[in-house]
């Protein structure tokens, strides 16, 4: 007892550690969440054309359609992979004795009217489509023809290492564009999926097993996690459902379908021992943790991942209470290289004797 009460003063003459905000960024490229590049695009695209890369299936397409409707624009598509030179060109005809070329309406529309024009697959054009995208793109011009004014361009794509279908880009063509690099945000993805239906069990398996959310893409063709493949999941499941067709067995195909191997076992062994409640339910009372076998680990998991990204809720919760329900490995687990952290929630009492537990 006496070498707990000696860790707890020396846990309150520890100074808190700098913010987040405050630590140098380790990233040589930055990145952006999706709600962050949306502000870009309603800021940037009237001027600028934008190019926002990602790993596949993490939302671009959607923030571009949605933050142009937002601003009252509809939004033309232009699919990079299915399109030739003369779809961006145009096509010549004869008028008098030159020859006049008429671009394709999605390109212009008749009507005059500003509208956000959405490159998407940029990087996997050929090479002379993105050539014939050049006076577009810093011009805003298709020949002899101008968007109308305020009109928007927005480029999407997945990145070289993504193992995706991307061509080189010349300098010519990444000088014409703001390259805007787009991560996944667990916070932001369970906003959209609350808002959106998404299942409460898909919803609460993300929740706490955050790193499922986007998983690298595999070496070897095969299914693999995105936010995409999370949302396809709940709604499979949906449809199983309402046909009286989801059944263990049914729930496994389909998650092994459509997310990489560990996340599909894992997700159906939590749905085989019980469904999870969000981590701040555990945070906050401790008892409601299952108590056993996958679903109790995925459960601390998310707790420990909602520590580490100092969401607002957990500062109100009983930090010290949480600890002391634990298990001493448990408690090892969720302390682990967040000692800091939980001392500033309060659990100074619950931190000492974890960290006597660990020192012996």
């Avoid at 870009?40 to 009237?46: I, R």
């Avoid at 601003?71 to 005809?93: K, M, N």
């Avoid at 990489?260 to 339910?281: I, K, M, N, W, Y």
């Avoid at 500062?315 to 302390?335: H, I, Q, S």
Wanted: net charge negative; with cysteine.
């Amino acid at each position: 007892m006496k070498a707990v009460q000696e860790l707890t003063r020396a846990l309150d003459s520890v100074p808190a550690p700098a913010e987040s905000g405050e630590i140098a960024a380790a990233s040589l490229t930055p990145t952006v969440t999706l709600s962050e590049a949306e502000a870009l695009v309603a800021a940037l695209a009237e001027t600028q054309a934008l190019l926002l890369l990602s790993p596949p299936g993490v939302g671009k397409s959607e923030i571009v359609r949605r933050v142009a409707a937002t601003a009252g624009l509809p939004c033309r598509s232009l699919l990079g992979t299915q399109i030739a030179p003369e779809d961006v060109s145009g096509i010549p005809r004869i008028v008098g004795e030159r020859a006049v070329f008429c671009p394709p309406r999605v390109l212009l529309p008749e009507d005059g009217a500003p509208f956000c024009l959405f490159l998407d697959e940029l990087p996997a054009a050929a090479p002379d489509v993105q050539r014939a995208l050049y006076s577009l793109l810093l011009e805003r011009r298709l020949g002899e023809h101008a968007l109308p004014a305020g009109s928007w361009v927005v480029a999407a794509g997945n990145r070289a290492e993504d193992g995706a279908l991307v061509r080189a880009m010349s300098s010519a063509l990444v000088n014409r564009v703001a390259i805007v690099h787009v991560r996944p945000d667990v916070g932001e993805w369970l906003a959209w999926a609350r808002a959106s239906g998404v299942r409460a069990d898909v919803a609460a398996f993300v929740a706490c097993e955050p790193g499922a959310l986007c998983r690298p893409v595999p070496e070897e063709p095969g299914p693999f996690s995105t936010p995409r493949a999370w949302a396809m999941l709940s709604s499979a499941l949906d449809r199983l459902e309402a046909r009286g067709a989801l059944s263990p067995a049914a729930a496994r195909a389909i998650a092994h379908g459509l997310l990489s191997p560990e996340d599909a076992a894992s997700f159906c062994a939590v749905a085989d021992d019980g469904p999870l409640a969000p981590p701040e339910r555990y945070l906050a009372d401790p008892s409601a943790l299952p108590p056993r076998g996958a679903s109790r680990w995925s459960a601390l998991r998310g707790v420990r991942a909602l520590v580490a990204r100092g969401a607002p809720d957990v500062r109100v919760a009983r930090a010290d209470a949480f600890l002391r329900a634990l298990g001493p490995e448990e408690r090892v687990f969720v302390v682990l290289d967040l000692a800091d952290v939980w001392r500033r929630l309060g659990a100074r009492a619950a931190l000492a004797e974890a960290l006597a537990e660990m020192t012996s």
